[in-house]
């Protein structure tokens, strides 16, 4: 029996007095991969990043390991929401213009101690100013700085649409403009490397653009690392005591860590490993976050048809944006149908086993998103449901 089908008998048997759909984390997996972060973090905190996770009691989890200090949420709501809940260091990595978030922020001690918030302008600063209602709490505010690689002269942009903040000069003039505006304090900088970090560099099947993939992410990581330390210097001549300099992704963690400007790793996607994660040449991973889907017609040879399934990873659409079925081995979409909103035809030799009823088990593209489709995980130890937690939707909070 080959490991996945060894795995496949395992969820098979944990899951079997539960009705598909159903959505299960193999603790196992889990907290391999929680070890290999660590590893590759060499001794630099991890900041878990809550929108690859969307589920409170594995937050908790990977929180309670040495090596991980830390959440970074993705909205307001969501980050006033966990500083409640008892997280005490709770990063947004996103601007806001939740006014009533900040009112409440702006008005409640525990919360401001807790919460750091991201600006990359100034007009961020003045909405805030606006929408405290009278709350005198001081602001944490985190800058981020543009991670995009431009080679030619700029000609060429290889990297997200981000922070406008790409310059020591224009980081340290918006660190300027926090310490003289009365109610907030600089105490970080982020700068998150989605082309390295979340852009695999070993597809299968494609050898070229795989090696034109590492040629381009070691140059963006040499020429980010030489201007994330200026930044970092110019920041620090305005505000001396910065507490954290935040950077990576899962796809970057050894290479960040290595800079000795960045103090602490951003990292959540590695936890659950999805599809998107497969192809990597500088780590391996366990598919940790996965969800099944009933078998209810067999519509003919080697052609079987489950509910539903159609989750759409965001981000460009296209092919590498569908769930992949992962278990049992060998099945593939119709492709004139697709992931289907209800019906979902698969093909291939492994139907002809599969009966009414069988479940078929999926990997999403991405991580947290999953969470989005699903009320609750069944966490999985060796061939048993040890415990079923709620995912933020399963606790009433659709925080996107």
Known sequence: MTPRAADRARYDRATAHLDAPVAVVDLEAFDDNAA?????????????????????????RVLTRDGFAGVMSFTLAESLWLARSGFEDVLLAYPSADRGGFAELAADPKLAAAVTVMVDDPAQLELIDRARDGGREEIRVCLELDTSWQPLGGRV?????????????????????????PGFRLVGIMAYEGHVAGVGDAVVGRPLRSRAVRVMQGAARKELAVRR????????????????????????VQHTAAERAVTEIAAGSGLYLPRLFDNYSSFTGRPAALFAQPVVRRPGVG????????????????????????????????????????????????????LIG???????????????????????????????VPTYRGEGRTFL
């Open 303 to 354: 052609v079987v048809t489950v509910l539903g399934g159609g989750y759409p990873a965001s981000g460009a659409a296209g092919p590498d944006r569908s769930p992949v079925p992962y278990l049992p081995e060998g099945l593939w979409y119709d492709p004139q149908e697709g992931a289907g909103e209800v019906q979902t035809p698969l093909l291939g030799s492994p139907a002809d086993d599969l």
């Open 36 to 60: 290999d972060l660590v590893r590759r973090a060499a001794g630099k905190p991890i900041r878990v990043a809550s929108k690859s996770v969307r589920c409170r009691a594995l937050l908790e």
């Open 358 to 388: 069988d479940k078929v088990w999926f990997r999403h593209a991405k991580a947290g998103e999953m969470c989005e489709r699903f009320d609750e995980l069944h966490l999985i130890e060796g061939d048993a449901v040890t415990a079923t």
């Open 157 to 181: 942009r290889i990297g997200a649409l981000r922070s406008p903040l790409r310059e020591p000069a224009q980081l340290a003039e918006l660190a300027r403009s926090v310490a003289r505006r």
């Open 229 to 252: 330390a200026a930044v970092v210097r110019a920041v620090r001549a305005v505000a001396p005591d910065l507490e954290f300099v935040n950077g990576g992704g899962t796809g970057s």
